[in-house]
């Protein structure tokens, strides 16, 4: 069974930073390596976006325009883990974040995401 567990949200202030991760267990653990990794957001009231994405090799990578600059995903193989790291948070970036898998070289649209985690919150605010 693929299962996609994401850690790391909670509650910051404005300009902090905060590390996500999401670690591949099933057979998207075991394939991990051949999956394309993202992050999305879905904020209360808003449609679910895409926020980043990482190759499987992990050489190319994409942003939402709103975090380039502020925030880079990465991932390691070795443990079947991809993380995103969220440096000078705004309010704005509070929401739900999901981690996805991807069969795909590189995605960026959800739907080219077959695998989903349950989400974990991310609070900016003074």
């Known amino acids: 069974q693929v299962q996609l567990v994401e850690s790391g949200g909670g509650l910051v202030q404005p300009g902090g930073s905060l590390r996500l991760s999401c670690a591949a267990s099933g057979r998207t653990g075991r394939t991990f390596s051949s999956n394309a990794m993202g992050w999305f957001r879905q904020a209360p009231g808003k449609e679910r976006e895409f926020v980043a994405s990482?190759?499987?090799?992990?050489?190319?990578?994409a942003y939402l325009d709103s975090v380039k600059g502020r925030f880079t995903i990465s991932r390691d193989n070795a443990k079947n883990t991809v993380y995103l790291q969220m440096n000078s948070l705004k309010p704005e970036d509070t929401a739900v974040y999901y981690c996805?898998?991807?069969?795909?070289?590189?995605?960026?649209?959800?739907?080219?995401?077959?695998?989903w985690g349950q989400g974990t919150q991310v609070t900016v605010s003074s």
């Open positions: 990482i190759s499987r090799s992990g050489s190319s990578t």
């Open positions: 996805a898998a991807s069969r795909k070289t590189i995605a960026t649209m959800a739907g080219d995401f077959g695998s």
